[in-house]
RNA sequence: GGGUGUUUAGCUCAGUGGGAGAGCGCUUCCUUCACACGGAAGAGGUCGUGGGUUCGAAACCCGCAACACCCACCA
């Protein structure tokens, strides 16, 4: 027997734990069944979930889960990703604390440390995942670091290297000066900061000085030119000149190129080859020097004169100053511009000259364009997102995926001692001869492995024949470039598939004000804390439920409690069916024979409410699906139901057995439904109940055959309760005791009038009769059809109010229906069901107001 | 400079080519034997704006506005 009140952490306490050693998550034990896959977007190993993770695996779950009671095999594999660079920066942000950097320990203990703290957060979200009633597959959990993802990444490398499509090159790339590593486009984040716009004389031999404006005065020591645009009709005469570098006086050719926008500035440009992607290709264009100026740690190098080892922006005011003190600066005007930030140190990027390992992007993206342009494409929910992944992969530049890192997959490139040659191979050569890179990968290089590589790529293995592409992946819409995109190519390039059917695209959580949430903000939310305060099934419901697919959502409480009361109804209702059908119940198969109206009915409703339910859930749309549940649960099962019913089961006999029936049959499908949302309180309900199976997680899906719909009893059922509804309001504003009694007359044609019992205990109408009322009995006429007559005086004005506001609303209806049926456009091209429906309506209001004009005339 | 999304009840949000919805909040009433994490009744909305398509538009199309986000090398 349940207890009284719905106490979360009593319900959740020990289940999970009891459901994984009996090994319910672990697919590919039957595999007559048909396969469904998924793989758990791996959480990086730097911290704890937030609610952006229970976004991504939720859903997954009630997928999950759900497809297990409609007889799939289900594999959900789960795993860590290493996180190269995130897990880097936090390791050595420890370290730091000590008083340790990454090169005092060198690269071995470095490992060392990091894999211990690997260990140390595996562990949290082990915990975490287990809280959050994650129904993974632990006896395949993978790590991209290990073995099999090792293995994986060097085949990828080494196969790609051997095609042309990875080559190592010299390019500006995306410089982090704080953790000293190369970023990929991606990982830079452009915010617009306040800055400030310098222009600059340079003196020109015979001619008016140029000025150049500048944001960033301390890259002139590597200047090679001044641009200017050859249309440009002030600087014509210039073209071919030469000026001079006000930062180190040396010499500067004047050069014309279309590049230079004219509006822009002065019109006049520095050309500072080695840290600016577009002079560089302008300096590629014109062969200029290249001279780099910043060192890894963007301190000025031995080319800056007496500025070198100073910090870039130490070096930017002093020079300034200097070149202020040489008369030659004009004026520092304010801007704001676009500045790009490391997105894991936020250090400003510097763009820097650089020997880098690049994957060729063109042809791999060509191959998913002409995938999704195909017939058997990835299907994104929403569809727009498809247009995302689409439009990177027509932009996608090369990518940059040497990372100066010591935390991932060591680049398989190794480098003769002597001649230099370079050697790709999976397997390492002699390494008396050779020395490996030592450089490792971006760590989205593995993760976009992930699908194929934790089901055993490159080997043929029997899960990879089974489970490969996978059916479906969750995740979040800000992850579509890092993640989403590079599975996709990698997939198609490897595998010759799509890594996954189906892509189910969410929002973000905000904070209650829309903000982002960020640990730095402060305004974050841990999942955990609502979990133990709402318990884990009002979270899952609320994550799931709260918004449309792909939107964001601010974060409510209130509606995490509104998810608690409603998970807190079913339970009660629980406890009420259980305490109706007493110890002795043994649950009967489920037979429509025999049934009253109320019973015929709520299983009508249940029937249709499953193929709704069903139909959504097998769209992923867990918010619509639970919404139909919702308002089952609330209205026509404990609103409606379990009230009417108690008059049943009060009189007791072969009515009240089939009652209780049908009660427990109803609850235990709810139950079901309401199981993938939350699987922890229905697994407690679901035991407590009569007829069970060892475990919810064993269960099949609920089925109710097309004949138990049943619309006549449906509508009898809502007469019943819209009788019931009248006959309250109406004593309520006449003034009346709630249990006054009164008479109910109904005409002869009334069709439903087995519901005198019903009537009598819910609205203490006490006698149901046929013909003419007693002469000095009230009447009213009600919606329905009928019409009650009540045997206490009523206040005739008050009742004239009531009738004319129901003529009014009657003949305002009749009036709409003509309206629309006198619309020849209507009549001819609405389709037949909505004519013939809007006909019926009419007539039924015609009528009800025929019933309350006499009722006026005869007052 | 491109692109996407949002705009619906006081708040947070669903919805969809045929009569405006939920939760919370608010008003009135009710601790009656599943549930006060409850029940009953109720107030509250020109569905951002201007056009168009349609028999019919809050929904589809076009423009506009506000807000949010993404992409892009404006020195």
């Given at each position: 027997m349940l207890d009284k009140r719905y106490d979360h952490l009593a319900v959740e306490e020990g289940r999970y734990e009891k459901w994984v050693e009996k090994g319910y998550f672990t697919g590919g034990k039957d595999k007559s069944k048909p396969p469904f896959s998924l793989v758990i977007p791996p959480p990086n190993v730097t911290g704890k979930l937030h609610l952006g993770h229970a976004m991504d695996t939720i859903p997954d779950d009630i997928v999950a889960r759900y497809?297990?009671?409609?007889?799939?095999?289900?594999?959900?594999?789960?795993?860590?990703?290493?996180?190269?660079?995130?897990?880097?920066?936090?390791?050595?942000?420890?370290?730091?604390?000590?008083?340790?950097?990454?090169?005092?320990?060198?690269?071995?203990?470095?490992?060392?440390?990091?894999?211990?703290?690997?260990?140390?957060?595996?562990?949290?979200?082990?915990?975490?995942?287990?809280?959050?009633?994650?129904?993974?597959?632990?006896?395949?959990?993978?790590?991209?670091?290990?073995?099999?993802?090792?293995?994986?990444?060097?085949?990828?490398?080494?196969?790609?290297?051997?095609e042309g499509l990875i080559y190592r090159g010299e390019r500006i790339i995306n410089w982090d000066p704080e953790l000293r590593t190369a970023l990929s486009n991606i990982?830079?984040?452009?915010?617009?900061?306040?800055?400030?716009?310098?222009?600059?004389?340079?003196?020109?031999?015979?001619?008016?000085?140029?000025?150049?404006?500048t944001t960033r005065p301390e890259t002139m020591f590597g200047d090679a030119a001044v641009f200017v645009n050859p249309k440009d009709p002030r600087y014509k005469d210039y073209i071919g000149k030469t000026c001079v570098n006000p930062a180190n006086g040396e010499k500067l050719p004047i050069m014309g190129d279309r590049y230079v926008d004219i509006s822009f500035g002065t019109g006049a440009m520095k050309c500072t080859p080695s840290h600016d992607p577009n002079d560089f290709n302008l300096a590629k264009k014109y062969n200029l020097p290249f001279k780099t100026i910043l060192d890894e740690t963007a301190h000025m190098t031995s080319d800056c004169g007496k500025y070198v080892g100073m910090d870039r922006y130490e070096c930017r005011k002093a020079l300034?100053?200097?070149?202020?003190?040489?008369?030659?600066?004009?004026?520092?005007?304010?801007?704001?511009?676009?500045?790009?930030?490391?997105?894991?140190?936020?250090?400003?990027?510097?763009?820097?000259?650089?020997?880098?390992?690049?994957?060729?992007?063109?042809?791999?993206?060509?191959?998913?364009l002409k995938m999704m342009e195909s017939k058997d494409k990835i299907h994104f929910h929403p569809t727009r997102f498809e247009k995302v992944l689409v439009r990177w992969m027509k932009e996608a530049d090369d990518w940059c995926v040497s990372r100066q890192l010591w935390w991932g997959h060591r680049i398989p490139a190794y480098y003769n001692k002597e001649?230099?040659?370079?050697?790709?191979?999976?397997?390492?050569?002699?390494?008396?001869?050779?020395?490996?890179?030592?450089?490792?990968?971006?760590?989205?290089?593995?993760?976009?492995?992930?699908?194929?590589?934790?089901?055993?790529?490159?080997?043929?293995?029997?899960?990879?024949?089974?489970?490969?592409?996978?059916?479906?992946?969750?995740?979040?819409?800000?992850?579509?470039?890092?993640?989403v995109s590079r599975m996709v190519f990698q997939s198609l390039h490897f595998t010759r598939k799509i890594p996954f059917k189906d892509v189910l695209i969410h929002g973000l959580v905000r904070d209650p004000k829309g903000r982002k949430m960020s640990k730095s903000a402060g305004n974050g939310v841990d999942p955990m804390d609502?979990?133990?305060?709402?318990?884990?099934?009002?979270?899952?419901?609320?994550?799931?439920?709260?918004?449309?697919?792909?939107?964001?959502?601010?974060?409510n409480e209130e509606k995490?409690?509104?998810?608690?009361?409603?998970?807190?109804?079913?339970?009660?209702?629980?406890?009420?069916?259980?305490?109706?059908?007493?110890?002795?119940?043994?649950?009967?198969?489920?037979?429509?024979?025999?049934?009253?109206?109320?019973?015929?009915?709520?299983?009508?409703?249940?029937?249709?409410?499953?193929?709704?339910?069903?139909?959504?859930?097998?769209?992923?749309?867990?918010?619509?699906?639970?919404?139909?549940?919702?308002?089952?649960?609330?209205?026509?099962?404990?609103?409606d139901f379990l009230e009417m019913t108690k008059v049943s089961l009060t009189s007791g006999g072969e009515g009240a057995a089939k009652t209780k029936n049908v009660l427990y049959h109803v609850l235990m499908d709810i139950v079901k439904m309401i199981y993938p949302y939350a699987p922890f309180v229905s697994e407690e309900i679901y035991l407590s109940l009569p007829g069970h199976l060892e475990s919810l997680n064993v269960e099949t899906y609920p089925e109710l055959p097309r004949s138990y719909v049943d619309y006549r009893s449906e509508k009898e059922a809502k007469v019943l309760k819209e009788m019931i509804r009248d006959i309250r309001n109406y004593k309520s504003k006449e003034g009346l005791e709630p249990n006054a009694k009164v008479r109910l007359y109904v005409a002869p044609s009334f069709p439903f009038k087995s519901m005198d019992s019903y009537l009598s205990r819910f609205a203490f109408a006490s006698y149901i009769g046929e013909g003419a009322p007693e002469k000095k009995a009230t009447s009213f006429a009600y919606e329905g059809g009928?019409?009650?007559?009540?045997?206490?005086?009523?206040?005739?004005?008050?009742?004239?109010?009531?009738?004319?506001?129901?003529?009014?609303?009657?003949?305002?209806?009749?009036?709409?229906?003509?309206?629309?049926?006198?619309?020849?456009?209507?009549?001819?091209?609405?389709?037949?069901?909505?004519?013939?429906?809007?006909?019926?309506?009419?007539?039924?209001?015609?009528?009800?107001?025929?019933?309350?004009?006499?009722?006026?005339?005869?007052?």
């Open positions: 497809k297990r009671m409609k007889g799939y095999d289900v594999v959900w594999v789960p795993g860590v990703d290493h996180a190269g660079i995130a897990t880097q920066a936090k390791v050595e942000a420890r370290l730091r604390e000590q008083g340790i950097s990454r090169y005092d320990l060198g690269r071995e203990k470095f490992l060392e440390v990091a894999y211990k703290w690997k260990e140390e957060y595996a562990a949290t979200i082990h915990q975490q995942w287990a809280s959050l009633g994650l129904s993974v597959d632990y006896t395949r959990e993978r790590f991209t670091l290990d073995e099999g993802l090792s293995k994986a990444v060097k085949k990828v490398f080494v196969t790609l290297y051997n990982e830079v984040v452009h915010t617009d900061d306040e800055g400030e716009f310098f222009y600059f004389r340079y003196p020109v031999e015979g001619m008016e000085p140029l000025i150049v404006a300034v100053e200097d070149i202020k003190a040489k008369g030659l600066l004009v004026k520092i005007e304010k801007i704001v511009h676009s500045v790009g930030h490391s997105e894991r140190s936020g250090a400003v990027v510097e763009p820097m000259l650089s020997k880098q390992w690049f994957v060729k992007m063109r042809p791999l993206a060509e191959a998913v001649t230099g040659e370079v050697l790709v191979s999976e397997t390492a050569p002699d390494m008396d001869k050779y020395v490996q890179d030592e450089d490792v990968l971006d760590t989205w290089f593995s993760s976009g492995l992930w699908p194929f590589a934790t089901l055993g790529w490159p080997d043929k293995t029997p899960d990879f024949d089974r489970y490969f592409p996978t059916s479906l992946l969750v995740t979040g819409y800000d992850i579509i470039f890092f993640w609502i979990i133990a305060k709402y318990g884990v099934d009002a979270l899952r419901y609320y994550i799931t439920t709260s918004s449309a697919p792909g939107l964001d959502m601010r974060y995490i409690a509104a998810a608690r009361s409603y998970l807190n109804k079913i339970w009660n209702a629980a406890r009420y069916v259980e305490m109706t059908l007493g110890d002795d119940f043994k649950p009967e198969p489920l037979s429509r024979r025999g049934l009253g109206v109320l019973e015929r009915s709520i299983l009508s409703k249940l029937a249709r409410l499953i193929k709704r339910v069903e139909n959504k859930m097998e769209r992923y749309e867990f918010g619509a699906a639970s919404s139909d549940l919702y308002s089952f649960v609330y209205d026509d099962f404990c609103g009928y019409e009650l007559y009540v045997e206490e005086d009523i206040d005739p004005e008050i009742l004239k109010g009531k009738l004319e506001a129901e003529k009014e609303r009657l003949l305002k209806e009749v009036e709409r229906g003509k309206r629309m049926l006198s619309n020849q456009g209507f009549l001819a091209k609405a389709p037949k069901e909505k004519v013939a429906l809007e006909e019926e309506k009419l007539a039924d209001n015609e009528r009800k107001l025929e019933l309350v004009e006499n009722r006026l005339a005869n007052l």
